[in-house]
T-cell receptor, first 115, second 114 residues
Framework: AQSVSQHNHHVILSEAASLELGCNYS??????LFWYVQYPGQHLQLLLKYFSGDPLVKGIKGFEAEFIKSKFSFNLRKPSVQWSDTAEYFCAVANYGGSQGNLIFGKGTKLSVKP | DSGVTQTPKHLITATGQRVTLRCSPRSGDLSVYWYQQSLDQGLQFLIQ???????AKGNILERFSAQQFPDLHSELNLSSLELGDSALYFC?????????????FGPGTRLTVL
């Protein structure tokens, strides 16, 4: 079965620091990868997604992620975080068993940005 | 606002009871997904419906069932509730049932079983 692991449970950064959140997935074939964000008290929102093509994917709010097939990784990055980036971040892979679109999520990384 | 609505926002009930969670997808979306978010298990896929038909099942217990109605809203029924069923239940919708379509998530229903 496919799985997604996120290395950090809780990351604390100061404003303007650079961010990198790790994500590894288990499936060795073609994958569709996603990063979602959940701001406090809000619903999950899509930050970015990778289906094919350029392995460096740009998303909303200055986030980007790099797909490295050889490392089974899809790490999320942002050069300079803001206090408003405080949220929980989830990496997900689309279930490749068929055409259905259900997602398999990692356990999430809570990001706290100190002003 | 994602356009997906869920009711109720909070639900407190006792062990052994049965509850129904409701989800209305975004206008035009045919596919509905249910996910459970708990502290120990994280976000887990439960079940998916597309245009009224069940399409995929995940880690859904036999005590749980769901359906999608002709107007495309969906209900998740949880019965014989146990303490461990306390969690946040999310509904998501997408235009079609393929992974290429973005899923839009609702605000969730927080279920507390006492």
């Amino acid at each position: 079965a496919q799985s997604v692991s996120q290395h950090n449970h809780h990351v604390i950064l100061s404003e303007a620091a650079s961010l990198e959140l790790g994500c590894n997935y288990s499936y060795g074939g073609t994958v569709n990868l996603f990063w979602y964000v959940q701001y406090p008290g809000q619903h999950l929102q899509l930050l970015l997604k990778y289906f094919s093509g350029d392995p460096l994917v740009k998303g909303i709010k200055g986030f980007e992620a790099e797909f490295i097939k050889s490392k089974f990784s899809f790490n999320l990055r942002k050069p300079s975080v803001q206090w408003s980036d405080t949220a929980e971040y989830f990496c997900a892979v689309a279930n490749y068993g068929g055409s259905q679109g259900n997602l398999i999520f990692g356990k999430g990384t809570k990001l706290s940005v100190k002003p | 606002d994602s356009g997906v609505t869920q009711t109720p926002k909070h639900l407190i009930t006792a062990t052994g009871q049965r509850v129904t969670l409701r989800c209305s997808p975004r206008s035009g979306d045919l596919s509905v997904y249910w996910y459970q978010q708990s502290l120990d298990q994280g976000l887990q896929f439960l079940i998916q419906y597309y245009n009224g038909e069940e399409r995929a099942k995940g880690n859904i217990l036999e005590r749980f069932s769901a359906q999608q109605f002709p107007d495309l809203h969906s209900e998740l029924n949880l019965s014989s509730l146990e303490l461990g069923d306390s969690a946040l239940y999310f509904c998501a919708s997408s235009l079609r049932d393929s992974k290429v379509y973005e899923q839009f998530f609702g605000p969730g229903t927080r279920l507390t079983v006492l």
